[in-house]
């Protein structure tokens, strides 16, 4: 069933539909871990699923936004979700597999790409969200890191910065991969449940063709009690 839940920022309003997936905690983290200058004149968010990330990163910039979303049901609630926030000049959605953006867009294009990709890799499909959607949100099995990693690299412009949120379990395959397509880690963020829990979840911030030098920035703890 469609439902319209608020986005804790600035009073938006977002479309959701309780038989496939809610916007996550990091739907909301992520956008604000991004820096955006006035220079930046093009941001492009993949993975965009219903468009919280889009529709947070409006509240931050001027900057045209483009939302990728592969499953149509899911695209068709990002839609709605612009038009109920009247965010259609600002941010445009399409209905797109992320491996296919070169031939929509020429390459060194957007200024910040962000993505909260599917966190797990596609082994067996025993251990597969029964629902479809839900499945392809979560699992790898349209979209995985080095495909992700190659389209960025392709779309991003030099020196221009990319936005990740993933699970921690995943964290040296990330950097692995990071460098073998010239996206050099800058930033990390670790998100924990609790200050005595372990991290499940980082955020990182690469740079195309960038100088070596990583900051760890101060952790955040989801919880304190």
């Known amino acids: ?112 790409i962000t993505v909260n990709p599917p966190y797990f890799k596609y082994q067996d499909s025993n251990f597969l969200n029964n629902n479809n959607i839900k499945a392809i949100a979560r699992h790898e099995t349209s979209l995985n890191l080095e495909d992700l990693f190659k389209i960025v690299l392709y779309l991003l412009k030099d020196n221009a910065s990319f936005y990740m949120v993933h699970r921690t379990e995943r964290l040296i395959e990330i950097l692995e991969l990071l460098k073998k397509y010239r996206l050099i880690p800058k930033e990390i963020q670790f998100i924990y449940p609790k200050e005595d829990k372990n991290s499940k979840l980082f955020m990182i911030k690469a740079v195309k063709n960038g100088r070596e030098g990583l900051k760890i920035k101060s952790p955040i703890y989801v919880s304190k009690n």
């Open 1 to 112: 069933m469609e439902v319209i839940n608020e986005i804790p920022v600035n009073n938006l309003k977002i479309y959701q539909n309780d038989d496939y997936f809610k916007f996550s905690l990091e739907s909301l983290l992520l956008p604000c871990f991004v820096t955006i200058n006035l220079r930046d004149k093009l941001i492009l968010d993949l993975c965009t699923g219903n468009a919280p990330i889009p529709l947070i990163l409006s509240t931050k910039t001027k900057a045209k936004i483009y939302g990728v979303e592969l499953q149509k049901e899911v695209y068709e609630l990002a839609l709605k979700s612009i038009k109920l926030n009247k965010k259609e000049n600002q941010i445009t959605i399409l209905n797109a597999d992320v491996k296919d953006l070169k031939a929509k867009f020429h390459g060194d294009m957007f200024d910040i």
